[in-house]
């Protein structure tokens, strides 16, 4: 009777065991999933705020100075455009993170003492992209860099600055600032629809 009873004990006690065993299993399961659910979450957080950044970047650039003039730009590089847009989405992370890279630096390396532009607007406008590019690094975890023709492409905007270096030159880079923003906010657009 006693043998009984001890066994039916144990018995339960075995039940309890492997009934804890499955709920801390499920637990884990449900860990994983969603640590596994929430890192391409956080990471592609960019993506939400991308647009309203970009929005907010091109509106400052707009107010920084007057309004854009409607004298045809003797050159944009469209085709480095068209050509990203059927790379790997890496690729195309890649390319924004450094064009915005190399935007901020023709503002950062270049003297703006010969513009009449709203300095607190430009600052703003500098921390605005910042914050686009590092939105884009945070899912990035490569080395690679763009293109070295983009890079050459930005060298060439800096040596017209620097031969030019008056305030019709810094028009014009403002100018083709903004159809480079434009287009790449396209690009993440288009990123976006895949
Ligand atoms: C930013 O967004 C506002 C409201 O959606 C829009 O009216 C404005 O044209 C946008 N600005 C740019 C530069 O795209
Ligand atoms: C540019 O052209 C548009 C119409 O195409 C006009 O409304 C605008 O005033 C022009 N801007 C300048 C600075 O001439």
């Known amino acids: 009777m006693l043998e009984n ?3 039916k004990s144990s018995a339960l006690l075995t039940i309890l065991i492997i009934t804890f065993f499955f709920m801390m299993q499920n637990l884990s399961g449900v860990l994983i999933f969603l640590l596994a659910t929430m890192t391409p979450v956080l990471c592609c957080d960019w993506f939400r705020h991308y647009g309203h950044l970009s929005n907010k970047s ?14 045809s730009q003797p050159y944009f590089p469209y085709k480095f455009y068209s050509h990203i847009k059927n790379n790997t989405v890496e690729s195309q992370l890649v390319f924004i993170r450094d064009s915005l890279e190399l935007i901020e630096g023709l503002y ?3 003297d703006l003492s010969s513009v009449a532009w709203d300095t607190d607007r430009t600052d703003r ?3 605005t992209l910042e914050r686009q590019r590092e939105g884009i690094s945070s ?4 080395e690679r860099r763009a293109d070295s023709r983009l890079r050459k492409y930005y060298r060439g905007l800096e040596k017209r600055l620097h031969t030019g270096g008056s305030s019709a030159s810094w028009e014009m880079i403002r100018k083709v600032t903004d159809q480079h923003l434009h287009q790449l906010n396209l690009l993440v657009n288009g990123m976006k629809k895949h």
């Open 58 to 71: 091109m509106t400052l650039l707009r107010l920084m100075g007057t309004e854009f003039s409607n004298n």
């Open 5 to 7: 009873k001890v066994s």
């Open 139 to 142: 899912c990035l975890s490569t």
């Open 108 to 110: 950062l390396h270049n």
């Open 125 to 127: 406008f500098l921390m």
